[in-house]
């Protein structure tokens, strides 16, 4: 363990990402499974960038805002899981301070943006649900924008504020993070600085930053609800809610997971748990996306077909 010396005590400059090493058996197991989870989270979140992109059919407030979300989640994907990877092949779990750091930061700012593009993308489905008629008016190119800007925005200066706090901390041990990634409570737990001003700082901006886009998507879909029951014809029901139902699915899973990680106290006979529900909103919600959007959204479909056609099927037939 390197050190670098302090007044008075000797302050660590490297940690170990302890991870899944309580499973020393598992290890190639748990490389091969990320491995594959990795590969497939960038080509689906980056297929529906391309789609979104070159398909005129998906040019629309909705499918804007999907390719921001998978665009967000392919840089979630590779904030996480290339260290993790690397921490199980080679067995070296060790992060330079500046690194964890670092890692904290982009991860911070990757889950902020999330939480106001999900509410984002709920009020979007509002507007079209419940407001049909002013649906076009209000969801203009220059506001989708403005909306993709402040949802980004809002969360690297939330989370700059934070990083630059635990940037002034010191760390003189123990250098051991049980966890696979460097969130804010294993970092506070190995400083041996007062805290205290950057717990409540931390706990003021994450209330901002989390509970008014979670009471937003929570009010739009009790509206977007109320609307649909409202609609006579069970066609009309099955129609409104199929336009929602995924990002429905994507909302509860992130917020679900997120509420049980971070309200749950952090006990040692919780802290497994709240190990593997980390996975859930780090590594398996960046997976299931693309996968929720694509295989429930027959645009998606209809644009992955067309996109086949021009650069597999035509090529292929031009050549016979």
Known sequence: METGEGKNQTYITEFNLLGFEMFPQLQTLLFL??????????AGNLLIVVLVVVDRHLHTPMYFFLGNLSCLETCYSSTILPRLLAGLLTGDRTISVSGCITQFYFFGVLVASECYLLSTMSYDRYLAICKP???TALMNGRFCLLLAAVSWMGGLMATTIVTCLISQLHFCGPNEIDHFLCDFTPLIKVSCTDTRLVKLVTFVISSIDTLPPFLLTLMSYICIISTILRIPSAAGRQKAFSTCSSHLIVVT??????????????????????KVFSLFYTVLTPLANPLIYSLRNKEVLEALRKLIHRYVACPAIQKE
């Open 33 to 42: 499974l990320f491995l594959v989870i990795y590969i497939v989270t960038m």
């Open 133 to 135: 008629l002013h649906y």
């Open 253 to 274: 899973i992130f917020y679900g997971t997120l509420i049980v990680v971070y309200v749950l106290p952090d006990t040692d006979s919780l802290r497994d748990l709240n």
